[in-house]
T-cell receptor, first 114, second 115 residues
């Protein structure tokens, strides 16, 4: 069964410092993995997705994520945080080879201090 | 522009009343989903539908009902049987592929408050 785990419920950084949001997955099949961002009272917006074409995936707003099969991880990074990055981030995924039923982690709240 | 439209954005309900949340998409996507979001609990799947006139229960279907009479529409009814309906509800859609899959597209959400 597919599952996604976000390792931190909250991450706090200072503006201009690097961001790391951690996500592990478990899957019996090759996964499709995603990172979404959610601002208050809004829907989720796709940041980036991994679908086996390349292990390093670049997304919008300077975010990127690296798929590491040996570590079953798909961590989200950004070299320099901006105040506007403060939001809730969700890691999600699904397995190929069957019905596509996406699952999500519990979310990580990114706090950015001036 | 293509996208998913949820309405209403805010809804208040008295205990014992059923309410229906609307979700419409013009992306020509096959699959549609309803998620419930509560603080600290992420997104929990209520129902999903991969084809017209067919839908499946998700992890927390009790107290909810859906229909899929048209490809573009997937309304969710929160019934009086739902014990704690106050939450933020998100509708999503996706193309249904057999290989590496496409992402979900989300609506802006509907916030339901029971008075």
């Amino acid at each position: 069964a597919q599952s996604v785990t976000q390792l931190d419920s909250h991450v706090s950084v200072s503006e201009g410092t690097p961001v790391l949001l951690r996500c592990n997955y478990s899957s019996s099949y090759s996964p499709s993995l995603f990172w979404y961002v959610q601002h208050p009272n809004k829907g989720l917006q796709l940041l980036l997705k991994y679908t086996s074409a390349a292990t390093l995936v670049k997304g919008i707003n300077g975010f990127e994520a690296e798929f590491k099969k040996s570590e079953t991880s798909f961590h989200l990074t950004k070299p320099s945080a901006h105040m506007s990055d403060a939001a809730e981030y969700f890691c999600g995924g699904a397995t190929s080879g069957g019905s596509y039923i996406p699952t999500f982690g519990r979310g990580t709240s990114l706090i950015v201090h001036p | 522009d293509g996208g998913i439209t949820q309405s209403p954005k805010y809804l208040f309900r008295k205990e014992g009343q059923n309410v229906t949340l609307s979700c419409e998409q013009n992306l020509n996507h096959d699959a549609m989903y309803w998620y419930r979001q509560d603080p600290g609990q992420g997104l929990r799947l209520i129902y999903y539908s991969q084809i017209v006139n067919d839908f499946q229960k998700g992890d927390i279907a009790e107290g909810y009902s859906v229909s899929r009479e048209k490809k573009e529409s997937f309304p969710l009814t929160v019934t009086s049987a739902q014990k704690n309906p106050t939450a933020f509800y998100l509708c999503a859609s996706s193309l249904l592929l057999q290989g590496p899959t496409g992402e979900l597209f989300f609506g802006e959400g509907s916030r339901l408050t029971v008075l």
